[in-house]
Each structure stands twice: as C-alpha cells, then as structure tokens.
C-alpha cells in the first residue's frame, strides 16, 4: 500500500557552484501531472477528465440540436428561387408610394434614397427566402432633360443569384433601384 510519502513526485538537487545552503530544488516528475490539475495528479487522471469532458460537451451539442437550435443543414442549392415578378412588384409599391407627390432637392433625394433602400430591403427579408442576401441600391437625381448611364457588374452563380430593376420618373425627379440577391450556401 502506498503510503502519502510515496505519492508525492521526486524532487532532485540542482547541481551549481553556489554554497550548499543556497541550492534550489527542482521537482522532477515520474508518472505525474503538475498543471491546473494539482500536483498529484496522473496522466492518466487528465486524459480521462479529458475524455468525459468532451463527452459531456457533445451530448449537449446532440440536445441543442434535437431541440432545433443548430441542426446542421449541408444544403448546396436554395429550397426556392426569389420570384423576379413578386421582386419587382414590391419595388414598385415602395418606391411610387415614397415619391408621391414629392419634388427634387439635394438634401431630400440623398435622405429619400437611404429610406427608400432601407424599406425595400426590410421588405425583401420579410419574404423569407433562407441563406438570400440582398443588396438594394436606390439613386435618386433631378430630371433635366439630361442622360444617365448605369452600368455594373457582378460575379456570382447565375443559377440562383439575379438582380431585378425598377426605374421611373415623377415631378422632375427619376429613381433606379436595383436589386441585387445572392444564395449563400
């Protein structure tokens, strides 16, 4: 049987020139563990809390995800496509609804076409199109009888990703939206 004076790890003298009366002792260890664990813990006491511990952890993970917390979904292409028509629609109803009855002025364009982009693009995530994200893009400006070109390019899956566009012209002023909607997979 062992005895307390055996479960405690060695310990050895260091070999220096100093005097006998100021050598340091250095523990060494055999078959023990000195770490957070304390200082008579074994090897093999720290692999299995180890152990337990990562088994613990994955039963908690299996409950969250039975509860559906976190049920891991591997899916490479969206359960549905956003509806173009149903896109351009709401864009419509926003955007004549925002604009009627409204005139052209710097300050209002720039604060018009935040809150049209915002409006839009809350609208767009009530329709509730999983892994979409949306860019919405509004330009506002004075109608002059001038021209205007957009132009823009994206990279992108042409499968499931697209853009949807709406211009008009009311009281002196013109609106492009753009849309653009991508799958995140």
Request: hydrophobic share 30%; aromatic share 10%; charged share 25%.
């Given at each position: 049987?062992?005895?307390?004076?055996?479960l405690?790890?060695?310990?050895?003298?260091?070999?220096?020139?100093?005097?006998?009366s100021?050598?340091?002792?250095?523990?060494?260890?055999?078959?023990?563990?000195?770490?957070?664990?304390?200082?008579?813990?074994?090897?093999f006491?720290?692999l299995?809390?180890?152990?337990?511990?990562?088994?613990?952890?994955?039963?908690?993970?299996?409950?969250?995800r039975?509860?559906?917390?976190?049920?891991?979904?591997y899916?490479t292409e969206?359960?549905?496509?956003?509806?173009?028509?149903?896109?351009y629609?709401l864009?419509?109803?926003v955007?004549?609804?925002?604009?009627?009855?409204?005139?052209?002025?710097?300050?209002?364009g720039?604060?018009?076409?935040?809150?049209?982009?915002?409006?839009?693009?809350?609208?767009?995530?009530?329709?509730?199109?999983p892994?979409?994200?949306?860019?919405?893009?509004a330009?506002?400006?004075e109608?002059?009888d001038?021209?205007?070109?957009?132009v823009?390019?994206c990279l992108?899956?042409?499968?499931?990703d697209?853009t949807?566009?709406?211009?008009?012209?009311v009281?002196?002023?013109?609106?492009?939206?753009?849309?653009y909607?991508?799958y995140?997979?």
């Amino acid at each position: 049987m062992a005895t307390s004076s055996s479960l405690r790890p060695h310990t050895t003298q260091l070999a220096s020139v100093s005097p006998v009366s100021e050598r340091k002792e250095q523990p060494v260890l055999l078959g023990r563990v000195s770490s957070e664990f304390g200082p008579n813990a074994s090897i093999f006491g720290v692999l299995a809390s180890r152990r337990f511990g990562k088994k613990l952890r994955s039963r908690a993970y299996e409950r969250r995800r039975l509860n559906g917390q976190l049920a891991p979904n591997y899916r490479t292409e969206p359960a549905a496509i956003p509806n173009q028509t149903t896109i351009y629609e709401l864009m419509r109803r926003v955007v004549d609804g925002q604009l009627q009855g409204k005139s052209y002025t710097a300050a209002r364009g720039r604060l018009l076409s935040v809150s049209l982009s915002d409006e839009i693009k809350t609208k767009l995530k009530e329709l509730n199109y999983p892994r979409y994200k949306y860019i919405v893009m509004a330009t506002i400006g004075e109608n002059k009888d001038g021209g205007i070109k957009s132009v823009s390019r994206c990279l992108w899956n042409t499968d499931y990703d697209n853009t949807v566009s709406y211009t008009t012209q009311v009281n002196g002023l013109f609106c492009i939206v753009n849309v653009y909607y991508m799958y995140t997979d």
